[in-house]
């Protein structure tokens, strides 16, 4: 399998920063689900957020290197039996996705800095509060943060339906394509 995508097929770099953002997204949003009920007490109640803050971080890095490579190395071609309204909502639909993964990222990184404080990640490197503190930011980012991941999480299943829809009823090679099957 090619490292770039063919007019016919994905690369393997495309398939694999796919399933990966994929695998975080969700991951992410259930992590965050779990520990939002956590109590002070709990042993997980800071080791939790420093995971979810640290796996944001590195999402954010991978999502615009994978929006670098989508724009540098556009995707297959449509296949011939997908009609009109399906390629428009689909490139509709995967912009939205990295609109809504980038709401989610730059709010959950402002409630984290809201206090002026950095974000340590798995304590390899830090990044820094570009804000500094802003009283009440963090009630503002948690909000468009939570219906952000919410919308985010609602299109990613509406996304993976359309896939499942094109595989079992349509029967065609769409989910095939970017699970690298030839």
Known sequence: MALRNTEARYGWLAIVMHWLVAVAVFGLFGLGFWMVDLSYYDDWYRQAPDIHRSIGILLFITVV???????????????????RWEVISAHIAHWLLYLLMFVAMVSGY???????????????????????????????????????????VALAGVHTLGALKHHVFDRDETLLRMLGKP
């Open 65 to 83: 290197f994978r929006l670098v490579w989508k724009l540098l190395n556009p995707s297959p071609k449509p296949l011939p039996n997908h009609k």
């Open 110 to 152: 402002l409630i984290s800095t809201a206090d002026g404080s950095s974000i340590s990640v798995f304590g390899m490197f830090e990044v820094p509060s570009v804000t500094g503190q802003i009283k009440g930011m963090e009630d503002t980012a948690g909000f468009i943060h939570y219906w952000g991941t919410w919308a985010l």
